[in-house]
């Protein structure tokens, strides 16, 4: 069982643990333009998932920009953000910083993402900051939950995973 906390308070995780060798389960999140997107959507392409509780924090914002700086370097590697943050949010924060080279989505409506995935936070009605990578086959290749959620992921380590992933 993952244990999470949120600056230093232990936090209830809803949904499932992922793990490596996982078949990653299909998911329903919103895009800035306001249409439904899902893993679907990504066939066939390596997906590196980046879990966010708010790109409106410090930690989330590093997070998503390293991020869209390596995206460039990474082939057949669709790098996405998650977040709870609303679509319209999303979108301002990403023309006022700049990020236009990973795909940013929002959990908000049905916090599906969340669920399946392990990583909304039931007290906070936030995700959990984590990392998936899944390779085109849709298997779970790694899984970071970050266990303090202020905390910064292994960025290298993920970024690793993600060029080894086919």
Same mark, same amino acid.
């Given at each position: 069982?993952? $244990?999470?906390?949120?600056?230093? =308070?232990?936090?209830? !995780?809803?949904?499932?643990?992922?793990? *490596?060798?996982?078949? /990653?389960?299909?998911?329903?999140?919103?895009? =800035? &333009?306001? #249409?439904?997107?899902? !893993?679907? &959507?990504?066939?066939?392409?390596?997906? !590196?998932?980046?879990?966010?509780?708010?790109? %409106?924090?410090? *930690?989330? #914002?590093?997070?998503?920009?390293?991020?869209?700086?390596? /995206?460039?370097?990474?082939?057949?590697?669709?790098? !996405?953000?998650?977040?709870? %943050?609303?679509?319209? /949010?999303?979108?301002?924060?990403? #023309? /006022?910083?700049?990020?236009?080279?990973?795909?940013?989505? #929002?959990?908000? $409506?049905?916090?599906?993402?969340?669920?399946?995935?392990?990583?909304?936070?039931?007290?906070? $009605?936030?995700?959990? $900051?984590?990392?998936? @990578?899944? &390779?085109? =086959?849709?298997?779970?290749?790694? @899984?970071?939950?970050?266990?303090? @959620?202020?905390?910064?992921? %292994?960025? %290298?380590?993920?970024?690793?995973?993600?060029?080894?992933?086919?």
């Amino acid at each position: 069982m993952v $244990r999470v906390t949120f600056k230093d =308070n232990p936090v209830t !995780l809803l949904g499932t643990e992922i793990q *490596v060798g996982n078949d /990653a389960p299909n998911f329903t999140v919103v895009a =800035n &333009d306001l #249409s439904e997107k899902t !893993l679907d &959507d990504y066939e066939g392409k390596v997906k !590196l998932i980046s879990v966010v509780p708010s790109l %409106d924090t410090g *930690v989330c #914002s590093k997070q998503t920009k390293r991020f869209n700086e390596e /995206a460039d370097k990474l082939d057949n590697v669709q790098l !996405l953000t998650i977040s709870m %943050d609303l679509p319209f /949010a999303q979108t301002r924060w990403c #023309s /006022a910083e700049g990020v236009n080279n990973i795909e940013i989505l #929002s959990d908000h $409506r049905e916090a599906d993402f969340g669920k399946k995935y392990g990583v909304l936070i039931k007290e906070l $009605r936030l995700l959990a $900051r984590s990392i998936f @990578v899944v &390779d085109s =086959n849709n298997k779970v290749t790694y @899984v970071e939950y970050v266990p303090e @959620v202020s905390s910064h992921p %292994d960025y %290298d380590k993920a970024l690793e995973e993600a060029e080894k992933a086919e």
